[in-house]
């Protein structure tokens, strides 16, 4: 009896779940949002700028220590269209981002980015400084989204908090809080 008596004045404690997130699903997901059009992520220009533009493709994921890695290819090309030919700089290499996620605002986002290549020229180290601060900026993969669909078929999803991303060896560790009503 005095075991149920201090149950009930003990406050409610509501623990977080953990989402381990694998791999080839992230690879899957950023496939889905990012890397839309023909396999392509362009970070500059498009399909129509042939002289003008910069995209990335293949992307693989894995992890390195407590960084998450993201193998890609790149090309780009910064030249001026003249006489139907295109004259500037541009190059095609395999890069490695590495990146410590953290969550913002229900996304997974990538603090203290590094950007690396086995090639080296000024037109490669300018992308790779170009993309660092991109990605840091601006690139986030949207998990409140994700959640809500596959979610959607059992309830209604509310108070949604993605709180912490670990990294492990075989997958993302999502920390979450949310709230689940069933009609």
Do not use: W
Request: include cysteine; proline fraction near 2%; aromatic fraction near 8%.
């Amino acid at each position: 009896m005095k075991l149920l008596a201090t149950m009930l004045l003990l406050p409610l404690v509501v623990s977080a779940a953990e989402l381990d997130l694998r791999y080839a699903t992230l690879e899957r997901i950023i496939g889905e949002q990012l890397f839309t059009q023909e396999g392509r992520h362009y970070v500059r220009g498009s399909k129509a700028t042939r002289c003008e533009f910069a995209y990335l493709e293949k992307p693989h994921i894995d992890a390195e220590g407590s960084r998450l890695r993201v193998n890609a290819r790149f090309s780009g090309r910064s030249a001026l269209d003249m006489f139907g030919g295109c004259v500037g700089l541009g190059d095609s290499f395999d890069l490695t981002l590495t990146a410590t996620p953290g969550a913002r605002n229900g996304a997974i986002v990538f603090n203290d980015v590094n950007v690396a290549s086995q090639k080296d020229s000024y037109y490669i180290r300018r992308v790779r400084a170009a993309m660092a601060r991109s990605i840091a900026r601006d690139f986030k993969i949207e998990i409140r989204d994700q959640a809500r669909t596959l979610l959607a078929s059992a309830g209604e999803l509310s108070n949604f908090d993605l709180s912490e991303v670990r990294v492990t060896p075989a997958a993302l560790v999502l920390v979450i809080e949310f709230k689940l009503v069933v009609k």
